[in-house]
């Protein structure tokens, strides 16, 4: 059974950093896509970045987190991180991640949001809290 547990989160002031974790089992990261995405209670499950498996190059990341965040990959420890920093109060979300195949994309990441059983599965997130 493949399983995403997410870890990381907790609640900063603004400006401050946080670096979240996904860790994967039953299934082995280094050729797979990772993307991370966030969730305000209420609002639409949006994409914010992804990076590609394998020997494929390039990371993709939402306008509103470029310069910000940063995501990689440590196949050795089978996961994934996403380094946020200078966060901001309205970067505050429940952050998941999700792994399958394709190139990382905003295409890619659109894909799994309209069809949420693309990807071989879903973590439940961890909670990221941005206080003024």
């Known amino acids: 059974q493949v399983q995403l547990v997410e870890s990381g989160g907790g609640s900063v002031q603004a400006g401050e950093s946080l670096r979240l974790s996904c860790a994967a089992s039953?299934?082995?990261?280094?050729?797979?896509?990772i993307g991370w995405f966030r969730q305000v209670p209420g609002k639409d499950l949006e994409g914010i970045s992804a990076?590609?498996?394998?020997?494929?190059?390039?990371?993709y990341y939402r306008d509103s987190v470029k310069g910000r965040f940063t995501i990689s990959r440590d196949n050795s420890k089978n996961s994934v991180f996403l380094q946020m920093n200078a966060l901001k109060p309205e970067d505050t979300a429940v952050y998941s991640c999700?792994?399958?195949?394709?190139?990382?994309?905003?295409?890619?990441?659109?894909?799994?949001?309209?069809?949420?059983?693309?990807?071989?599965?879903w973590g439940r997130g961890t909670q990221v809290t941005v206080t003024s």
């Open positions: 039953g299934i082995s990261l280094a050729n797979q896509a």
């Open positions: 990076i590609s498996g394998g020997g494929n190059s390039g990371t």
């Open positions: 999700a792994v399958g195949v394709g190139r990382a994309g905003i295409t890619l990441l659109n894909l799994w949001l309209s069809q949420k059983n693309i990807p071989h599965a």
